[in-house]
């Protein structure tokens, strides 16, 4: 089984994954495939594995044992990996659902109000502690919890609100139209949602008018693929957006129409009804830029997309990123063909350590990757996992530090070509792609290095 990012258990049987990122994968499976056995087939002892699994690891005090590190340390201010895993798992096993009074779940909830008692919260676990409480119908602790986490919402100008850290990356001033969330941003407002949606009587009118706000925040943060900023954050978006779809849905049914026009010229028309309120309906925009109107009734999501290059900002990077060629001069006519492309990594941000990295290297023009080379990194623990496509490769690292890390693979010519343009590595964290550094190599035999 796989998740966010990438793993290599050692199992010694189903689902039997051992670290604090490997049990928390294992909690999202198991939430995963119990709401998906209505739907489609999943063998019983698949969950009951995944079930039991967990509960082993559950201890006097009704948390849960944990091992290893969380691969996303921008969560752990104010709180331990246990604390965020037991959290974590009390939430999988009550979406199951496995009852409050189960004795498992019923000490699970006693480690977590003790949680609870602590003098700082971390503003992440603050909204998973509400969901938590929410799923096992403790109102008051939900209330409480929320009333926290409500006085540190984030208002935007157009009446959106979420919640972020106090601490996040420095948006780019010349990138006015940059998705301002991340990875933790989305992810953290996602369950503060799903905390306030998960409730055994209506929501107040306020309450609606809160979750309508989060939700505005939400959907402007979503790519025009649908996803997010990772798979963890597109997995709990989406769960708490289809929440709050079931909770507004109108048994009247639904129809909305909306009229794209340029100047005079109707573009296209969109009819959505319940029929097809799930299919997604595009236009292209012939000019860019342009002037368009879109004439909207009824209540509908409306995105649009713009797609364009801007230069990478390198200012106060956290990596320290070298790359180069072997050989890095023409030495023959060996070169020309075929050879290795290297990199040294470190990490040099604020962190002891950094979360999960991936090194993206893009091919140059008529040189494409082998793919052995690249396997072999795998197979020496250099690195957790790789992509290979032809035009680029993807490394993924569990963490970097601020020693160096030394790889390198080949690449091949597959097709000559003339006026060869260097090529670009990045290398970034996987939680927080703002944090970035580049470089840029070009292959031995390209003009002005013969």
Known sequence: PSFDGFFNPKMAGDLLLCSVLSYRLTAFVLKSFARARSIIFVEDKHINDAQNTLIQQQENDGCFRSTGSLFNNNLKRGADDKTILSTYITIALLEVPLPPTHPVVRNALVCLEKVTEAKEIHIYLWALLAYAFALAGKEEKRQEMLDSLLKVAVEDEDGSIHWERSRKRKQRSDFPHSLRGTSVEVELTSYVLLALLTK?????????????????WLTKQQNSNGRYFSTQATVVALQALSQYETLTYSKDGIYATVTLSSGDAVLTKFHVESKNSLLLQCQDLPYVPGNYKAEVTGCIFLQTALK???????????????????PETCTGNQAHVTFDIAM???????????????????????YVPVKSSVKKLERLGQIQKSEVNINHVLLYLNEVRNTSQTFSFTVEQETPIQGLKPAFVKVYDYYETGEFATAKYTAPCSTGKA
């Not at 055994?200 to 505005?216: G, R």
């Not at 950094?354 to 290297?361: E, G, L, P, R, Y």
């Open 200 to 216: 055994n009587t209506s929501l107040s009118p306020e309450e609606f008018k809160t979750a309508v706000a989060i939700v505005k």
């Open 308 to 326: 364009y290059n801007v230069p990478l900002e390198q200012e106060d990077a956290p990596f320290r990123l070298d790359v180069h060629t072997v």
């Open 344 to 366: 040294n990594v470190s990490y040099t941000g604020q962190r002891l350590v950094s979360n999960m990295v991936i090194v993206q290297i893009k091919m140059l023009s008529g």
